[in-house]
């Protein structure tokens, strides 16, 4: 159960193959780094994509940057090669693709856990077929270290037979299910990708729409997508505010003895307050990461 707040408003997928695209990433403004040696990378550069990934995280300089490595699944003649490479390298997280069940989260732990990996790596699982959607909270369910579920919803709208568009009607009710997985176990949960990066009208609509589901944050596959995803799953001025008000009415009332307190005429209870704070946290965190970014 992930029991630590972490600002995941952006996660930028990174081919591995790419040297220059992960130099580059240490500059960024994205708040989580995915190094991917699964789908960005053609069959015969996925060698080279594993030593590239592991080279960048143990040479660093990613300062707050989270970095998860997504491998490529055990049924293909990498998966548990990658697994063996990325254990201890000093990765944050391990990505793994095309869970379908407990057993898979389970065998992949098992290969890490050989291969050395510390106990406090995280695993993160992609959620991206039917299967994995029934198999949800089982699957979140699957391992102490897991702490984050990544939807896959391109390779999830393809297995259901549906062009989601931006309202992404069809999709509604499986993304939906995994929300309700997640939080029931304690674990982020980040949206799918928005393919057409040049559309950032089209990004910041489907964010907004992942936010109202209750996403922590959307997968990107374009620099110049972050911003958005920044922007949409921040904490506005507006709301730290409200946070604040919050957070004041409820230890004034708490001072008091009494178990509920009145802002504006809303009634805020505990509930109400355990949110404000993690609202503040966030904003809190977002700036401090604001505040080392380069010039």
């Not at 201890?88 to 732990?109: F, H, R, T």
């Not at 997508?225 to 904490?235: E, R």
């Amino acid at each position: 159960m992930n029991e630590t707040i972490r600002l995941r408003r952006s996660v930028l997928y990174m081919p591995g193959s790419n040297t220059r695209a992960l130099e580059k990433s240490r500059t960024l403004p994205a708040d989580v780094l995915i190094f991917d040696l699964e789908d960005a990378v053609a069959p015969d550069a996925k060698s080279q994509a594993r030593n590239n990934a592991v080279k960048a995280v143990t040479n660093g300089g990613y300062a707050h940057r989270e970095i998860a490595i997504r491998v490529n699944g055990l049924d293909t003649p990498w998966g548990a090669d990658d697994l063996a490479a990325v254990a201890a390298c000093g990765v944050d997280a391990v990505l793994l693709p095309k869970i379908d069940s407990a057993e898979d989260v389970s065998k992949a732990a098992q290969i890490l856990e050989q291969a050395g990996a510390p106990a406090n790596l995280r695993l993160w699982v992609m959620i991206e077929t039917p299967l994995a959607v029934l198999e949800a909270h089982a699957i979140a369910t699957s391992h102490r270290q897991l702490d984050a579920m990544v939807m896959g919803t391109a390779d999830l709208a393809k297995a259901m037979r549906i062009d989601p568009g931006l309202d992404r009607a069809g999709l509604i009710a499986p993304l939906g299910h995994c929300i309700l997985a997640a939080r029931a176990c304690g674990l982020d949960i980040l949206d799918g990708i928005y393919a057409d990066f040049r559309d950032t009208g089209g990004l910041e609509q489907v964010c907004r729409q992942g936010k109202a589901l209750g996403f922590d944050g959307k997968t990107l596959i374009h620099p110049g997508q972050i911003d958005t995803a920044n922007s949409v799953f921040g904490i506005s001025a507006k709301d730290l505010d409200q946070a604040y008000r919050i957070i004041e009415a409820w230890e004034a009332a708490a001072a008091k003895g009494e178990g509920i307190a009145v802002l504006n005429g809303q009634m805020i209870e505990q509930l109400h307050a355990d949110a404000a704070r993690r609202y503040v946290t966030l904003a809190n965190i977002a700036r401090k990461y604001s505040a080392t970014r380069p010039d």
